[in-house]
T-cell receptor, first 113, second 118 residues
């Protein structure tokens, strides 16, 4: 059973455009929602994370929007660049489980010039 | 700081053979994780250590997989005997562990070992 559902599976965006990736979860015990970026041949790297006490968090061109009532969260990449081309994973964690992350299936983002 | 080190980077074995992966976490990180990432999917936790004790191994196929973290630093993950469906990237990650403000500190991943079972 997939604990975190992610969409779309792949995304193609023009340089300068906005990339939007969505995730949904069912377990209301989740209280930490990170996004990871993974380049080919590399391990995932933490990009940005949010806790459910806030509805939005922004770091540079990356923003997480969080809707607790809908149990959904999304990643927005503003002014997308070719260097952003990678696979993005959303994840969820219960603080009590000390870091057991449940990952979505990933979104392969391609930003073309 | 040096990142999480893993070796080997690639391994090709035949089914029913055995294989071992090695991980050296970031210095000072008490918590170590092994994740399995099958092609086209997100990573799935296999086992989690806190220092040299197992915190969670509920998703580890214990009939063929084993892991240890002697002395609370390096860790090895072993598969014996391997099956075709074990073909995946095996990722090691580490973190400081529970933070004082609640929750867990961020996970840092290594670049993984790509295992192909033929």
């Amino acid at each position: 059973q997939q604990q975190v559902k992610q969409s779309p599976q792949s995304l193609i965006v023009q340089k300068g455009g906005i990339s939007i990736i969505n995730c949904a979860y069912e377990n209301t015990a989740f209280d930490y929602f990170p996004w990871y970026q993974q380049f080919p041949g590399k391990g995932p790297a933490l990009l940005i994370a949010i806790r459910p006490d806030v509805s939005e968090k922004k770091e540079g061109r990356f923003t997480i929007s969080f809707n607790k009532s809908a149990k959904q969260f999304s990643l927005h990449i503003m002014d997308s660049q070719p260097g952003d081309s990678a696979t993005y994973f959303c994840a969820a964690d219960r603080g009590s489980t000390l870091g057991r992350l449940y990952f979505g299936r990933g979104t392969q983002l391609t930003v073309w010039p | 700081e040096a990142g999480v080190a893993q070796s080997p980077r690639y391994k090709i074995i035949e089914k029913r053979q055995s294989v071992a992966f090695w991980c050296n976490p970031i210095s000072g990180h008490a918590t170590l994780y092994w994740y399995q990432q099958i092609l086209g999917q997100g990573p799935k936790l296999l086992i989690q250590f806190q220092n040299n004790g197992v915190v969670d191994d509920s998703q580890l196929p214990k009939d063929r997989f084993s892991a240890e973290r002697l002395k609370g630093v390096d860790s090895t993950l072993k598969i014996q005997p391997a099956k075709l469906e074990d073909s995946a990237v095996y990722l090691c990650a580490s973190s400081f562990g529970p933070s004082r403000t609640g929750g867990n500190s961020p996970l840092h991943f290594g670049n993984g070992t790509r295992l192909t079972v033929t």
